[in-house]
């Protein structure tokens, strides 16, 4: 055989490979896409992704393909990823239709306005379709071309004078631009022609703009939500139930509201979510017993739905009624005891059991049940958070805090979990950035009462006493009746300079309920009225009640050194470390007591007891700071604040008293350095 037919049959070998493994991929890339369109026809969309990657690894260039992936993305919740795919689909397809208008709609929403308007131009040039004028007005109104976009829109309705979208969205933008005697005309078409729950929903909120007298307004809207109630079906009737009862709560018409609910409840094949809203009217009205009893009667509709039990359980727990709420989730548990969420409920229920209420046994069973749902799965948020919970009952906020840092870095728009952080911080006396998160937690939920108090008292702590009054004053809106929140408003009353108005709130406090801390507000109002015997007839009352209390105390030797008392000063420091010989606050006092009688040593012995005793305590470290630089020792001074920067590095006023003393000492750049970090 010679050198040049071995070649050739080389060849002939190698273009037959080429054509079976081109063969091959075809029919690949087919069952792929076989399998993926069964997938998605089956609702297995992680399967059908599965499949369509595959395909896309034979030929990353087939277009179907993407355009398959795009679609079985979207309906896992993974719009970004869906979104890339269109864009590969119309990049390598133009011609597909479907897919450039899918694209240009989430163009708009993505701000990519400019490049779906001239999509939908190209598409409209070629072909008059309904939805490309839609698509088109979406963009001219994502770029406030509000005029070219109510002609889209009237284009649309041209091509197809019923389309459901094209009536909505003109309707909108005609009251976008002022024409609201043509936009109640289009809304009412659209409830004529299409006479869905939705229409009727979206003609009721846009009444009070379509009419201007409030009459005609209110009425519209009541025959519209009513006209929604009629025409729901499924699933939308508990919505069009508490729509219904909504517009009558806010009209001042509750009464109505009521029989509106209580007759749905008669009539309603399936009453139980009826129930429900019913439920939470009773309770929005102060009605705890009804809401509860109503609550019962849905559970006991649906015995085997551990929803129902859930929900009780859930407003049971709400109204502190733990025990029933216990009873409650216990039902649900029996139902269905694989159901990792009734678990952490149920350990939710014994932690507030046994940390509140001294249940025996309480909280371990809680720790139990989320330390085998976490063992099975880690990943489990509610779980973590649960069991963060527990943590910081067990004052362990070191390890609630990393708990809880871990289940945001997943979740990180979960107000409950910025909040127990927020705690967590707190009772790691790290208050500066407590604050951050528990102004965080309101952030994404302006209604969590907890968080409001949790953040009056954190400014309190730190001294901002204008927002710790803003803060206590929010949260008492709507629980007037914490007294531990009133006293807190007072006391930052008093500290913002506001002494009347802080008298005025401990006045609400009857006698028979004056605490140690409110007899010790009491005093501060006398003492900033200058009413001293009466300060010290409060504030020693109050030390009786809270012996060893270093804010008492230090308040008895500010009236004590006024009345030259200082030995009663002594003798109560000297008591109350007796008592509580850990007491960093109170070595602080007896510090200051030592220096006022030119004692140094032990004053400076007592300074530095205190910070070693509590090196996060800001007070400490100022106490001897000043000490220092009243008796000249300005670089002690210095190493002091650079040791209370170490411990409190979030500390503004460290920062700039250092600054401070860098610049007297001659060292402008160091300065600058410490007053650039105090703005940070």
């Not at 109204?319 to 409650?328: H, Q, T, V, Y």
């Not at 015997?533 to 050194?561: C, H, T, V, W």
Request: aromatic fraction near 8%; include cysteine; charge should be negative.
């Amino acid at each position: 055989m010679t050198a040049m037919f071995r070649f050739r049959l080389v060849l002939v070998f190698v273009s037959l490979a080429g054509v079976v493994a081109c063969g091959d991929d075809a029919s690949r890339l087919e069952e792929h896409m076989a399998r993926g369109d069964a997938y998605y026809e089956e609702e297995k969309f992680s399967e059908a992704i599965i499949e369509y990657r595959s395909a896309q690894q034979i030929d990353p260039n087939y277009p179907d393909a993407h355009y398959n992936l795009a679609r079985a993305y979207f309906q896992t919740d993974k719009p970004r990823d869906g979104f890339w795919e269109l864009r590969e689909t119309v990049r390598l397809d133009p011609g597909n239709r479907e897919a450039l208008i899918e694209f240009s709609q989430l163009q708009v929403l993505a701000n990519e306005a400019e490049e779906a308007l001239a999509n939908m131009d190209r598409f409209l040039a070629e072909e008059g379709d309904v939805r490309g004028h839609v698509v088109r007005g979406q963009a001219l109104d994502m770029l406030d071309r509000f005029e070219e976009a109510n002609e889209a829109y009237e284009n649309a309705l041209k091509a197809d004078p019923e389309h459901e979208v094209a009536m909505r969205a003109l309707a909108r933008s005609e009251m976008r631009v002022g024409q609201k005697e043509e936009a109640r005309a289009v809304w009412e078409k659209l409830v004529e022609v299409h006479p869905t729950f939705a229409n009727y929903t979206l003609l009721a909120r846009a009444a009070t703009q379509l009419v201007d007298d409030p009459e005609e307004a209110f009425a519209l809207r009541e025959q519209s939500a009513l006209r929604a109630l009629e025409v729901a079906e499924g699933d939308d009737r508990p919505g069009a139930y508490e729509q219904a009862a909504s517009f009558y709560v806010i009209a001042d018409r509750t009464p109505e509201a009521f029989a509106l609910l209580e007759k749905g409840v008669e009539v309603e094949e399936d009453p139980v979510d009826v129930m429900y809203i019913l439920a939470r009217l009773h309770q929005g009205e102060g009605n705890a017993a009804e809401a509860d009893a109503i609550l019962e009667k849905a559970s006991l509709a649906r015995p085997d739905d551990p929803s129902a039990h859930r929900v009780l359980a859930a407003f049971r727990a709400r109204a502190g009624d733990f025990e029933r709420a216990l009873e409650s989730i216990e039902r649900a548990v029996a139902i269905d005891p694989s159901d990792d969420q009734v678990k952490i409920q149920k350990a939710e229920i014994l932690m507030e059991l046994g940390f509140r209420q001294d249940r025996a046994g309480g909280a371990e069973e809680a720790r139990e049940i989320l330390v085998e749902v976490l063992d099975r799965e880690p990943s489990n948020l509610f779980a973590l958070v649960a069991h963060a919970k527990y943590r910081l009952g067990k004052n362990d906020p070191d390890e609630a805090v990393t708990e809880l840092r871990r289940a945001l870095e997943v979740r990180p728009d979960w107000a409950e979990a910025s909040y127990l952080l927020g705690i967590a911080l707190v009772a790691q006396e790290d208050y500066a950035n407590g604050r951050v998160e528990l102004a965080r937690a309101l952030e994404l939920d302006p209604n969590l009462l907890a968080a409001k108090a949790a953040l009056a008292e954190v400014h309190f702590k730190l001294g901002e006493w204008q927002y710790a009054v803003e803060r206590a004053r929010d949260y008492l809106a709507a629980r007037p009746d914490d007294q531990k929140a009133r006293l807190l408003l007072a006391q930052s009353l008093v500290s913002a300079g506001y002494v009347e108005a802080a008298a005025a709130e401990l006045g609400t406090i009857p006698p028979e309920d004056r605490t140690g801390e409110v007899l010790f507000a009491l005093g501060r109002v006398g003492h900033a009225r200058s009413e001293f015997k009466k300060a010290r007839s409060f504030y020693e009352a109050a030390n009786e009640k809270l012996p060893g209390n270093a804010e008492i105390i230090q308040s008895l030797m500010s009236l004590d050194r006024r009345e030259d008392r200082m030995d009663e000063s002594k003798a109560r420091v000297d008591a109350a470390l007796e008592a509580d010989p850990e007491s960093a606050q109170l070595y602080q006092l007896r510090g200051v007591l030592a220096f006022n009688e030119g004692r140094n040593e032990d004053a400076e012995r007592d300074f530095r007891k205190a910070i070693e005793m509590a090196p996060a305590d800001q007070a400490g470290y100022q106490r001897l700071a000043r000490f220092y630089a009243v008796t000249g020792r300005l670089e002690e001074t210095t190493q002091i604040y650079e040791a209370a920067i170490e411990a409190q590095p979030e500390a503004a006023q460290f920062h700039h008293f250092l600054g401070v003393l860098y610049e007297l000492s001659g060292d402008p750049d160091r300065a600058i350095e410490r007053y650039e970090s105090a703005i940070r």
